[in-house]
């Protein structure tokens, strides 16, 4: 017979018969009568050749159960609950079989056979093979199936690794498809391949239900790393003669300072410098670009976060004769490594960035089909807190520069924006939740892993945003309110768990819009925002409100101001430009004047 599937026993429904006429289901006085525990199953049989021959150590796996057969061939699985199971078959040779099994009924005679012969369109073989060890680090997985795989049926979705391994690139050759996930596997991680049903033959049969297998990777990183895509792509035209150049790698790569090996070599000659975030290569030029020329860029040597070697690689593009106008809003900076970090949009969304705050080692740090705004540094800066629209709202995430990897905190249908982390290191994130619906804007708390959420103040009624944290008490914030016609800056105090809140107007004096309060590094001045003049500008006050100073007269606006975190070093970082070309710039404390333009 050629089918291979499961031959045994057939399943037998149980069906409880129901006592007693209708209404009450309790016992004779009216109790509730005890359910009895759920049924226990067992599934047992035997791994078979096409001959009838027991097949010794097969791998079985039953949804997250596994066995390995005996020299007979034989297994089983005990106190089974009723229900579907993904049953996977795998013999040393490398013949597989996934199907579905309902168990709802003792099982004890189970026949599993394996043949290369199938009737129906079915995974034949798969490498790794079925809960092996040491599988490469690159994540090549090669199925083989009973029928010719239509390949305008296949793609990348079809085909799911957990944990995630991004992309995955799918090659049909007749029966046989090749698998390479776009990012390098973990080292020693148990692994997941789901292949989907709905693949299909090329006579347009399916497969009889999703398939999956198992295997764990190998515990030495050896894999070089490989280019996944670039920004431009290759022997694209017209891109902006003041473009970045960005290399995705398949593996993590080793600081910038590490790469003794790295050669780069742009042709015609352009002055490049390599910076390095993650997974990502980005070069950045000190000047713009000839006009409608093709480049040439040469990269040898880049080393991943094991010191393997990668092969070099070659770009080509053509430039036109644009520069591009970018848009950088909402900068902060950390004393941390002396990094600014920002939101910028230079195509169809906002993405985060870093560099220095002379302007120099731009590293892009996201790069997604959505925005990413209002990035904000832990104590120590090794987190990044910012609000992103992944799901159609905004909810608040956190990046952790050491892994390359978000997580995201909220998940509430209101928008949650505006995230900052406290001043010390306790990393208390506070936030912004908008409801909508007439209802004010709310701030509130959080521990940096999404624990402990709370409202920080429930007796403020009012709209409260841009929360600000005092850079040396917790217990002490900035926020901005409504307030007779116009906004002002509060001081809230007193809001952690077992405090009363009081909230103190620092600006109310001023009949103008105060945004954006912002303290120094020793907690001594806040600066804000004021429209008054027409024009936004940084003005400067004390902590009571009692003194005010108007900073810069600039004639383009001010949207965003941060101190330097440097103790004495008397500079602001600010936004300023038309709305869609925002600039970054440092601003003198002492005299208001821009002292460095960043981008």
Known sequence: MKYSGLMGAA????????????????????????????????????????????????????????????????FSFGSLTGGTYNLSVQAPDGLFLAQQISLTADETNARIALSESRDCFEIVRIAPQLNSDGAS?????????????????????????????????????????????ALELATSQRYRLKVSQHLQSVQGQE?????????ATEARDSVPPRLVSSIPSESVTDVPRNTEVRFTMSDELAPISAQDELSVTVVPSASATPAIAGNVLTLS????????????????GLKDDAENVGEQFILSFVTGSVIESFDDVEPDWNRFGDLIVFARKSGGQYDLYTMHSDGGELAQVTDTSY??????????????????????NWDIFVYERSSGQSVQLTAEADDDIQP????????????????????????????????????????FNRNQREPRFHPLIDNQLLFVTDEGGDSDIYVKSAFLEGDSPTNANVTGNLASNETLGAWSPDGSIIAFLSDSGGVRNVWL?????????????????????????????????????????HHLALVSLTDGTVVEELT
């Open 541 to 581: 006050c004390d902590p009571t409100g009692a003194a005010y100073q108007r900073l810069t007269s600039f004639s383009e606006p001010v949207d965003w101001l941060v101190f330097s975190p440097n103790v004495g070093e008397n500079l602001l970082l600010v936004s300023m430009g038309a709305s869609g070309h």
């Open 420 to 459: 900052t982390f406290c001043g010390t290191f306790s990393d208390i994130i506070a936030f912004v939740q908008r409801p909508g619906y007439n209802q004010p804007d709310r701030i509130f708390l959080m521990n940096y892993d999404g624990s402990l959420l709370r409202e920080a103040d429930v007796t």
């Open 285 to 300: 030029f000190a000047s713009a670009l000839a006009a409608t020329t093709e480049y040439i860029i040469t990269v040898s």
């Open 371 to 392: 925005d990413e705004r209002h990035p904000r540094f832990s104590s120590d800066g090794q987190l990044i807190a910012y609000q992103a629209n992944a799901f159609g």
């Open 137 to 181: 680090l690159s994540g090549e997985v090669v199925l083989e199936f009973s029928r010719e795989v239509d390949a305008a049926s296949a793609d990348g979705s079809d085909f799911t690794f957990t944990p995630g391994a991004g992309d995955v690139a799918v090659v049909v050759d007749g029966r046989t498809v090749t698998l390479q996930p």
């Open 207 to 215: 497969l009889p239900s999703d398939a999956y297998t198992y295997f």
């Open 11 to 74: 399943m037998i429904l149980l069906l409880a018969a129901s006592c007693g006429g209708g209404g009450g289901g309790g016992g004779g006085n009216g109790s509730p009568v005890p359910q009895p525990p759920p049924a226990k199953y067992t599934y047992a049989g035997r791994v078979v050749d096409a001959a009838g021959a027991g097949i010794a150590d097969a791998q079985v796996q039953l949804s997250q159960l596994s066995r390995v057969t005996d020299e007979s061939g034989a």
